[in-house]
Nanobody, 115 residues
Framework: QVQLVESGGGLVQPGGSLRLSCAASGIIYSINTMGWYRQAPGKQRELVASITNAGTITYADSVKGRFTISRDNAKNTVSLQMNSLKPEDTAVYYC?????????WGQGTQVTVSS
């Protein structure tokens, strides 16, 4: 089993910045992908950004140039720096870890972008 603990999130004005962090613990395998998904009310959960243990990164088109994902393999952590936030970024953000073909999820953290 893998446990994911998220931190960060909150309320920010349009154009502002937030940083999300996630720490993994438990049974950790070196080959894995970590990332962030989000789910807005009435919408499906969608990928925001992911990064493999080798450093390959994927971003949703909607966040390219604004969000930056990074990870520390030694600490089993992943972070998401979110800049130039827009109201449409409002959602619950979930940390995800994929290893051995299994998805693990954090509890979710609310990000609200509003003036």
């Amino acid at each position: 089993q893998v446990q994911l603990v998220e931190s960060g999130g909150g309320l920010v004005q349009p154009g502002g910045s937030l940083r999300l962090s996630c720490a993994a613990s438990g049974i950790i395998y070196s080959i894995n992908t970590m990332g962030w998904y989000r789910q807005a009310p009435g919408k499906q959960r969608e990928l925001v950004a992911s990064i493999t243990n080798a450093g390959t990164i994927t971003y949703a088109d909607s966040v390219k140039g604004r969000f930056t994902i990074s990870r520390d393999n030694a600490k089993n952590t992943v972070s998401l720096q979110m800049n130039s936030l827009k109201p449409e970024d409002t959602a619950v953000y979930y940390c995800n870890r994929k290893q051995e073909s299994i998805d693990y999820w954090g509890q979710g953290t609310q990000v609200t972008v509003s003036s």
